[in-house]
């Protein structure tokens, strides 16, 4: 019987026994901790899980749309604990719209509902207006860093919603050629409070 136990900081510590027990009836020992054993043994920072999807097809949307959510970018985490923070990564490479002076607002969402403030518009490129020779108007490698605090242990969606003032937008290719674009990645961590 082992009759070692976790220590403070998620380590399993020795019995006296544990040297003649099975690594089968270890892993059982472990396995019946309390999850407040196992709470305690999470210092604050530790990344707990990841879950990340990445999208390589492309995505058009126009205006008059509305808001619409990016297919196939998206990313579901169920959290261990209800005083984690998830951290979202997103990374869009590359970003484009087929007409001059339109912007391309977007928003990161949890379970369908803006995240940030009250307003729900905190993560908009709205000011970022398309220039260059009225074809090519790219932005490349738009990035967010956002630090969620959920509080569930429910599974939770994180996508992003995106919609255009004018013309037809992009993501993953040029406005003008199909065969050139990018990739776009969205990454969860689960961090221990």
Do not use: H
Request: hydrophobic letters at 35%; glycine letters at 10%; aromatic letters at 8%.
């Amino acid at each position: 019987m082992a009759t070692g136990s976790l220590d403070a900081n998620g380590i399993w510590q020795y019995g006296e026994d544990d040297s003649n027990t099975t690594f089968s009836a270890l892993l059982n020992r472990l396995g019946s901790s309390t999850s407040t054993q196992i709470a305690s043994a999470k210092p604050s920072g530790r990344i707990i899980q990841t879950v990340s999807t990445t999208k390589t097809d492309s995505f058009s949307f126009t205006a008059g749309s509305g808001w619409v959510s990016v297919t196939g970018l998206k990313a579901t985490i169920t959290p261990r604990f209800n005083t984690s923070k998830i951290l979202v990564l997103l990374n869009i490479g590359v970003m484009g719209i087929n007409q001059t002076n339109e912007v391309i607002n977007m928003n990161l969402r949890r379970n369908s509902v803006d995240v940030g403030t009250s307003t729900g518009r905190t993560f908009n490129t709205s000011g970022i207006t398309a220039y260059n020779n009225g074809v090519n108007y790219l932005v490349y490698s738009y990035g967010l860093n956002f630090r969620d605090s959920p509080a569930t242990t429910s599974a939770i969606t994180y996508d992003l919603a995106v919609s255009t003032t004018g013309g037809t937008a992009y993501i993953n290719r040029w406005p003008i050629n199909a065969d050139r674009g990018g990739i776009s990645t969205i990454t969860l961590l689960e961090v221990a409070a």
